[in-house]
């Protein structure tokens, strides 16, 4: 099945909807890649993102029958898998320090982009680094930067300032910084 073939997509939707196990596997099976690594990014163990996997798909199965054909379903899943995250994000947020010290955000976003750090970090490893980011940290730095959410929403999203939105994402990238000049550091010495 094709998601991008309007025809294919309403069989799936429509099955999906009636509750069928064929098309549900194939839904599944076939965004699982896709909707894994958006999980995972917001994850802190790889065990956390199949939870929020699950959790979204089961959100999916439920809520499909309101799929309106406006926008790619693949699209729509995304929205659904990133909206669970942060439910998760925010049952779980009195575990999670949110920093209120602001910090100078447009210097420290200048000094990522200006020296082309991320330059030759595969996904995969800059993958690795996002998720051994503070819960806080990832997840404003996955909304802003991945999924292209302004700081006021994701103040009203995670229940944080503006302020304290754009001080985790700067925050976000220097530790980013810190953890690629520290692995290109290590494989030079190799």
Same mark, same amino acid.
């Given at each position: 099945?094709?998601?991008?073939?309007?025809?294919?997509?309403?069989?799936?939707?429509?099955?999906?909807?009636?509750?069928?196990?064929?098309?549900?596997?194939?839904?599944?099976?076939?965004?699982?890649?896709?909707?894994?690594?958006?999980?995972?990014?917001?994850?802190?163990?790889?065990?956390?993102?199949?939870?929020?996997?699950?959790?979204?798909?089961?959100?999916?199965?439920?809520?499909i029958?309101?799929?309106?054909?406006?926008?790619s379903?693949?699209?729509?899943?995304?929205?659904?898998?990133?909206?669970?995250?942060?439910d998760?994000?925010?049952?779980?947020?009195?575990?999670?320090?949110?920093?209120?010290?602001l910090?100078?955000?447009?210097?420290? +976003? !200048?000094?990522? %982009?200006?020296?082309? *750090?991320?330059? &030759?970090? /595969?996904?995969?490893? $800059?993958?690795?680094?996002?998720?051994?980011?503070?819960?806080?940290?990832?997840?404003?730095?996955?909304?802003?930067?991945?999924?292209?959410?302004?700081? +006021? !929403?994701?103040? %009203?999203?995670?229940? *944080?300032?503006? &302020?304290? /939105?754009?001080?985790? $994402?700067?925050?976000?990238?220097?530790?980013?910084?810190?953890?690629v000049?520290?692995?290109?550091?290590?494989?030079?010495?190799?």
């Amino acid at each position: 099945m094709d998601l991008s073939n309007q025809a294919d997509v309403r069989k799936i939707v429509e099955g999906c909807a009636e509750k069928n196990a064929d098309y549900q596997q194939l839904l599944y099976k076939t965004l699982y890649s896709k909707m894994m690594v958006v999980c995972q990014r917001y994850a802190n163990r790889p065990e956390d993102a199949k939870d929020l996997f699950q959790d979204g798909f089961i959100k999916v199965f439920d809520k499909i029958g309101k799929f309106n054909f406006n926008g790619s379903l693949e699209g729509w899943i995304r929205r659904i898998m990133v909206n669970n995250a942060i439910d998760y994000y925010r049952k779980n947020k009195n575990k999670f320090a949110i920093s209120e010290t602001l910090v100078e955000t447009q210097q420290i +976003a !200048e000094e990522v %982009e200006s020296e082309g *750090i991320f330059d &030759g970090i /595969s996904a995969d490893l $800059l993958l690795s680094f996002v998720q051994q980011l503070s819960p806080v940290y990832r997840a404003v730095f996955n909304l802003y930067i991945l999924d292209d959410y302004s700081h +006021a !929403e994701i103040a %009203e999203e995670l229940e *944080i300032s503006e &302020g304290t /939105s754009k001080s985790n $994402l700067s925050k976000a990238k220097k530790n980013l910084k810190q953890m690629v000049k520290a692995h290109l550091k290590k494989r030079e010495r190799i």
